[in-house]
């Protein structure tokens, strides 16, 4: 795929949504960074669900701490992975108030060295919080890369590294959203929606079908 191909992709998908935002509920960096680590192998929605319940009561690193392990596993244990997850954000929580101030880092490494985080939920928080040009690369992502051609790569860093080379530049702070939300409701995992696709011109997917 080159360049001009690429650019009208982004252009497109920037007409129809200027200013996207991820799907997850939040209010503070340190929201985010909860939903986010919440958010594997789960839903938006589910993810909503229990941070809705939560946050009203626990939207600090301090006040989660103060619930205890018990009392936050009560708020997400309708996550999938909730223990495991909840363990992870209780280490996560007494970092932040032991050697953060109780803030949310503006480091990769920093970020990434907090347990429950890897770089996929770095990049997030980097680009979402922070305004960084970071792109996250998850299923959707990595389906809507490869199959149209946009970034094709074996593995998922493979795909960023490629995707952050040729995104152009004026779109990549963005891209991580409209490729997330394109593969989460037109170029879907089973059957891709090509005939309802605004893309379809410029994608080089073989199999694509368009009435």
């Not at 006040?63 to 992975?81: C, S, W």
């Not at 990769?108 to 907090?114: G, S, Y």
């Not at 089973?190 to 605004?198: A, D, Y």
Request: glycine residues 6%; charged residues 25%; contains cysteine.
């Amino acid at each position: 795929m080159n360049r001009e191909k690429r650019t009208a992709i982004f252009e497109t998908l920037k007409a129809a949504n200027p200013s996207p935002k991820t799907e997850l509920c939040y209010t503070t960096p340190f929201e985010l960074l909860i939903a986010v680590i919440l958010s594997a192998q789960a839903t938006d929605v589910g993810v909503n669900k229990a941070t809705a319940r939560l946050f009203p009561v626990a939207n600090t690193p301090q006040a989660v701490l103060d619930l205890g392990l018990e009392g936050l596993t009560g708020y997400i244990r309708t996550i999938g992975l909730f223990n495991s997850k909840a363990a992870n954000i209780m280490k996560t929580c007494r970092i932040l108030v032991e050697h953060h101030d109780g803030e949310v880092p503006q480091s990769r490494d920093a970020l990434e060295a907090l347990p429950g985080v890897g770089r996929k939920t770095a990049n997030v928080v980097l680009n979402e919080a922070f305004g960084v040009p970071t792109i996250a690369v998850d299923t959707h992502i990595f389906r809507v890369s490869n199959r149209t051609a946009i970034a094709p790569g074996k593995t998922p860093l493979e795909v960023e590294k490629r995707l952050l080379r040729l995104v152009p530049e004026e779109f990549r702070k963005d891209a991580h959203h409209w490729l997330i939300l394109h593969g989460r409701y037109v170029c879907k995992a089973r059957k891709p929606l090509c005939g309802e696709c605004s893309i379809v011109e410029w994608c080089e997917y073989r199999n694509k079908e368009v009435a």
